[in-house]
Nanobody, 123 residues
Framework: QVQLVEYGGGLVQAGDSLRLSCAAS????????MGWFRQAPGKEREFVAG???????YYADSVKGRFTISRDNAKNTVYLQMNSLKPEDTAVYYC?????????????????WGQGTQVTVSS
């Protein structure tokens, strides 16, 4: 079992930056991929970014060039650096973990989820 706790969300202005963190505990040796998803009101949860334990990364087209995902394997922590934020980035952001290599952007690949952290970007 893996437990995930996200933090770092908040209210910012368009163009600002924000960094999200997610700390994993429990059976962390089983973690292969760590990823970020987001869900806006009335919309489906969507993939944002993912990173394997070997630091292979993948981004949704909507955030490519603005967001950067990274991880500290020693601390079992994944980060999402969000720059040039836009109002359409407003959503609850969720950290998730997969225990094997697979389709990094597929929601079904992730078996463990954090509680979510709210990001609100005003114009």
């Amino acid at each position: 079992q893996v437990q995930l706790v996200e933090y770092g969300g908040g209210l910012v202005q368009a163009g600002d930056s924000l960094r999200l963190s997610c700390a994993a505990s429990g059976r962390t040796s089983s973690i292969y991929t760590m990823g970020w998803f987001r869900q806006a009101p009335g919309k489906e949860r969507e993939f944002v970014a993912g990173i394997s334990w070997t630091s292979i990364t993948y981004y949704a087209d909507s955030v490519k060039g603005r967001f950067t995902i990274s991880r500290d394997n020693a601390k079992n922590t994944v980060y999402l650096q969000m720059n040039s934020l836009k109002p359409e980035d407003t959503a609850v952001y969720y950290c998730a973990v997969s225990t094997r290599a697979g389709t990094m952007e597929a929601l079904a690949e992730y078996g463990y989820w954090g509680q979510g952290t709210q990001v609100t970007v005003s114009s």
